[in-house]
Each structure stands twice: as C-alpha cells, then as structure tokens.
C-alpha cells in the first residue's frame, strides 16, 4: 500500500477497524483481540492517537516493538496471528499490526474477551460471549442457558 493510502487512513482517524499508538502500550493486546473478536482491524503504531501526527517508530525499537507484539498475542487464548509490516508516510516509518476477524472467540492472558465498539476495546459480557460463541458456530443454541430458568 502506498503513502497516499495510509496518510488516507490517519486523516480519517481511529474507528471501529482502526487503532493508532505512538508507541507500545500495555493494552496492545486487548485491541489486537478486539479486532479479532469484530470485524478486524489495523493498529498503527507510530501515529499519535490524540493528534495523528505521524511520529514514527525508531529503528532502534522496531524489534523490540514487532518482539512485543508478538510475544502478547502469543499469551492469547487462542494466541493471535497479526500480520505485521512495516509502511512509511512522512519520511517516517510505522508499525502496522493487521488482525482478520476470527473463527475464534479470543481472550488476552488475564482471561478477558474484548470485542470493539466503535473505536475503543471493551471487555466482552457473559451474554455477549455466549453470543459470539453461537455466531462462530462453538455453541448451539441447545447448550445456552436460559435466563430466570428453574
């Protein structure tokens, strides 16, 4: 993809597909699982999230950064897959962590299931994951609890 296409994407801002970080943060995980959880999406690492300055990650933290992103997804459950690469826009170069929506319902390493709403990561209720469990076909509808039941 070319510059035109990810300054595009920063201009338009976070969404329900689209995440910006200007740098690792604890809570890569649970967005990344929060794509995998909806509809997919993309972390843009090196854009700052407030203001969509572009500020790049050094190249003397791109390993560590791919490293850390790699070994978070790792302690999913299922471990995530991303695709990760690199893109360059202002003369600077991005993180881009691609996440498809999975056939899994997925959780970070504390347990939780995210799902996205709207551009922000929310922890999955027990209706919600039951739901999701249905949608990916793990659960019939046969096996659901019924409310007030007796």
């Given at each position: 993809m070319n510059?035109?296409?990810?300054?595009?994407l920063i201009a338009r801002g976070e969404g329900q597909t689209v995440e910006f970080k200007r740098e690792w943060t604890s809570d890569i995980a649970a967005e990344l699982v929060s794509f995998a959880n909806s509809r997919g999406g993309v972390l843009l690492v090196g854009v700052d999230d407030t203001t969509r300055q572009i500020v790049g990650v050094p190249a003397s933290e791109w390993t560590r950064l791919e490293t850390g992103i790699a070994t978070a997804?790792?302690?999913?459950r299922p471990p995530l897959r991303p695709t990760i690469e690199a893109a360059?826009?202002?003369g600077k170069r991005l993180l881009v962590a691609r996440v498809?929506?999975?056939?899994d319902v997925h959780q970070t390493s504390d347990g939780r299931a995210w799902l996205r709403v709207g551009a922000t990561p929310c922890v999955v209720t027990p209706n919600e994951m039951l739901r999701l469990l249905q949608d990916r076909g793990k659960l019939s509808s046969n096996e659901c609890p019924i409310e007030d039941a007796q």
């Open positions: 510059e035109k296409f990810w300054l595009d997804c790792n302690h999913c360059d826009a202002q498809e929506r999975s056939a």
